[in-house]
């Protein structure tokens, strides 16, 4: 157990509609990252929240935003869903805002759009 | 722009054997090496990792080798065990403040018995 908790595991919706991935970091992390990834692909990189505040970002949609509340815990919202944004993503945490070894991740949200 | 790369979407090994995955990169401003292991519906967890001060790290049955000039490293599992069956990711922090990790596509490791 990473000690990242992400809700749901599995989520099934149709195209055009908005879904909401949560995520709880590890006691105490302050940095969260969200990744997909996509089937057969490796693992890209979404966007980083720190304290709160965004700290980088990748290759993210528009039609997608995240955000970070006060207890620390994340939200990423999906809109306007595609059949191509079926995958899996990942949230991970990490206390220094680094992503060396401090870096864990959670299960992971199984989206699949139909 | 993959600066991570793997090209070797499978491999196949028998038990007691040794296991090599590579993974190659684009950016020499990299210093810091990590391999993750995934398995199905799991997240990935950090298994071992290697400085650029270093040309080789290990850890028990784990050794990851690094070959700056080549941008190449590689991990090796030897004696290759049945639970070592994952997906294994090779990846480095970005160099604009290290805040995320670039992953390579991963290897999918089958340890037949």
């Known amino acids: 157990d990473s000690g990242v908790t992400q809700t749901p595991k599995h989520l099934i919706t149709a195209t055009g509609q908005r879904v909401t991935l949560r995520c709880s970091p590890r006691?105490?992390?302050?940095?969260v990252y969200w990744y997909q990834q996509s089937l057969d692909q490796g693992l890209q990189f979404l966007i980083q929240?720190?304290?709160?505040?965004?700290?980088a970002k990748g290759n993210i949609l528009e039609r997608f935003s995240a955000q970070q509340f006060p207890d620390l815990h994340s939200e990423l919202n999906l809109s306007s869903l595609e059949l191509g944004d079926s995958a899996l993503y990942f949230c991970a945490s990490s206390g220094r805002g680094q992503m060396n070894t401090e870096a864990f991740f959670g299960q992971g949200t199984r989206l699949t759009v139909v | 722009d993959q600066q991570v790369k793997q090209n070797s979407p499978s491999l196949s090994v028998q038990e007691g054997r040794i296991s090599i995955l590579n993974c190659d990169y684009t950016?020499?401003?990299?210093?810091?090496f990590l391999w993750y292991k995934k398995y199905p519906a799991e997240g990935p967890t950090f298994l071992i990792s290697i400085s650029s001060i270093k040309d080789k790290n290990e850890d028990g049955r784990f050794t990851v080798f690094l070959n700056k000039s080549a941008k190449h490293l590689s991990l090796h599992i030897v004696p290759s065990q049945p639970g070592d069956s994952a997906v294994y990711f090779c990846?480095?922090?970005?160099?604009?403040?290290?805040?995320?990790?670039?992953f390579g596509q991963g290897t999918r490791l089958t340890i037949n018995p």
């Open positions: 006691s105490g992390d302050l940095s």
């Open positions: 950016n020499s401003m990299f210093d810091y």
């Open positions: 929240y720190y304290n709160g505040e965004e700290r």
């Open positions: 990846a480095a922090p970005s160099i604009q403040g290290a805040q995320k990790l670039v």
